[in-house]
């Protein structure tokens, strides 16, 4: 029987059919080094329906809490909760390796063979992306910014980034989180002169655009750069 009144509430509690409420109390009077309390909060967390989620870690901590505190049942509890943890870490341990064995033996017979995984997604092509900037989809417009820009499957090419992402932040609405995006890396290359020469007033109107959009980034930078060329 725990030693607190908060605990023994909790037991009360627990009687009345609400583990829940035994558990808060269990808690609160394990905190008050109520070493029964640890205990019996320990094994609520040991399986379903007890008030909480079960968590094995947790139990460890609050059995080990009550037997820190002098509590022999808890001091137990640690003892069976180490044994069957450490059992079932050597089963997993076991199944790894054979399962390891297994995929190295298959692995061996089909390197001549490698398959293709059907879920894996499709590579990002140029000519996918161009086409897809022509019939108005923002993200692709700017995918082909980000390949001009990197020279990542198309000839680096600062001034034609800044040409698609202008594309998609042109055709994007106004709630269009990629258009939002692209009207930001377009803002970033008018301010910086990277690509394009450097435009301030043009770099404050994408950023605004951007900023409507909701990305805070912008809005931040649009404040940046107003009071540049309030100056």
């Given at each position: ?33 109520d070493a029964a309390a640890c ?193």
């Amino acid at each position: 029987m725990p030693g607190t009144e908060i605990g023994i509430a909790g037991v009360e509690a627990e009687e009345a059919g609400d583990p829940a409420r035994a558990a808060d109390l269990y808690r609160q009077a394990c905190g008050m080094d109520d070493a029964a309390a640890c205990a019996l909060l320990g094994s609520k967390y040991t399986r379903e329906g007890r008030g909480v989620e079960p968590d094995m870690n947790r139990a460890l901590e609050y059995f080990q809490r009550g037997c820190d505190l002098g509590n022999a049942v808890a001091c137990d509890a640690v003892r069976q909760v180490e044994a069957h943890r450490a059992s079932a870490e050597a089963e997993v341990e076991a199944e790894s390796t054979a399962a390891a064995i297994t995929a190295a033996e298959a692995a061996a017979e089909d390197a001549a063979e490698p398959e293709v995984d059907p879920s894996a997604p499709a590579p990002i092509t140029f000519d996918d992306m161009r086409q897809g900037c022509d019939d108005g989809v923002a993200i692709d417009c700017l995918t082909l910014g980000h390949m001009y820009r990197d020279g990542n499957g198309a000839p680096q090419d600062g001034n034609r980034a800044v040409a698609m992402y202008r594309t998609a932040c042109d055709i994007s609405k106004s709630d269009d989180q990629f258009g939002s995006y692209a009207c930001h890396f377009a803002a970033a290359a008018y301010e910086s002169g990277e690509g394009v020469p450097q435009d301030l007033a043009r770099a404050l109107l994408l950023y605004q655009k951007s900023c409507k959009a909701g990305n805070d980034d912008s809005c931040e930078q649009a404040r940046v750069v107003q009071l540049a060329t309030e100056k």
